[in-house]
Nanobody
Framework: QVQLAESGGGYVQSGGSLRLSCAAS????????LGWFRQASGKEREFVAAISRGGVFTRYADSVKGRFTISRNSAENTMYLQMISLKPDDTAVYYC??????????????????WGPGTQVTVSS
């Protein structure tokens, strides 16, 4: 089991950048597929990006392709989401999540067993 905790959220103007971090505790970090989801006020949680166990495979929502980059660092037990060219539509609470698997990465939240508490990202116009 791993416990996840996000950081790096904040307030940024449209066109700006932020980097989110997801720190994992526990020794099973390398066994987990990891992903980012987000939930805007009044909307359902949606998939943003995911990365396979070894970091070889990544997957992105169409809405963030070319603007967001997911990565992971096993030595630091941390996953990252680099976000550039942010838009007001990116405003949401961002969650990191993971599940143990040799496959994936999945884009459906039901696949993910471990979740962080979330971090708010607000993009002003």
């Amino acid at each position: 089991q791993v416990q996840l905790a996000e950081s790096g959220g904040g307030y940024v103007q449209s066109g700006g950048s932020l980097r989110l971090s997801c720190a994992a505790s526990g020794r099973a970090f390398d066994d987990y597929v990891l992903g980012w989801f987000r939930q805007a006020s009044g909307k359902e949680r949606e998939f943003v990006a995911a990365i396979s166990r070894g970091g070889v495979f990544t997957r992105y929502a169409d809405s963030v392709k070319g603007r967001f980059t997911i990565s992971r660092n096993s030595a630091e037990n941390t996953m990252y989401l680099q976000m550039i060219s942010l838009k007001p539509d990116d405003t949401a609470v961002y969650y990191c999540a993971g599940y143990p698997s040799n496959y994936g990465p999945a884009n459906q939240s039901i696949a993910y067993t471990n979740w962080g508490p979330g971090t708010q990202v607000t993009v002003s116009s």
